[in-house]
């Protein structure tokens, strides 16, 4: 996706592509393939944009995630973790609970579930699959530590 793509997608929802919004996006560019908080975007972003304060930050998550530009993921009732979407295709993830490391599932295992639905009286729109364990580096780091 590129920043042409970006701005066509927040025009079509009705908003900018402001500074804080460019910077934000930027960050999770800079850390593709992990998982960032909230509290870590804003302190990377200030780095960027002084004037970005924490209430921004939240608000315009929201608005990113809202426009299908970021993935929010929950991690076992700690703060939700964002990350950019790369592309288009429907993928899921398996997260490292140490470093927030991510990858992609390109597969669904929900999609048989998905299928049962399609005559029922209810539609379903959206659905996540998320995977948590530790990276081959955060287990070496472990076993050296002991």
């Known amino acids: 996706m590129n920043l042409n793509d970006v701005k ?9 592509l402001t500074n804080q919004r460019k910077a934000i ?8 393939g992990h998982v960032l908080s909230a509290e870590e975007i804003y302190e990377k972003t200030k780095e960027r ?17 809202n426009a299908n530009l ?9 703060a939700s973790k964002y990350k950019l979407i790369c592309n288009d295709k429907h993928h899921h993830h398996i997260i490292c609970k140490e470093c927030g490391k991510s990858q992609s599932i390109d597969f669904c295992p ?6 049962e639905f399609k005559d029922e009286d209810f539609v379903l729109t ?18 050296e530590q002991v």
């Open 8 to 16: 066509d997608n927040l025009k079509s929802q009705g908003y900018k």
């Open 25 to 32: 996006l930027d960050v999770l560019m800079d850390h593709k």
């Open 49 to 65: 944009y002084a004037k970005t304060n924490v209430s921004t930050i939240y608000r315009n998550l929201e608005i990113l995630e």
């Open 70 to 78: 970021i993935h929010r993921i929950n991690m076992n009732g700690e």
């Open 110 to 115: 929900l999609q048989d579930i998905h299928d």
């Open 126 to 143: 959206d659905h996540r699959f998320e995977l948590y364990g530790y990276c081959k580096e955060c287990i070496k780091k472990k076993n």
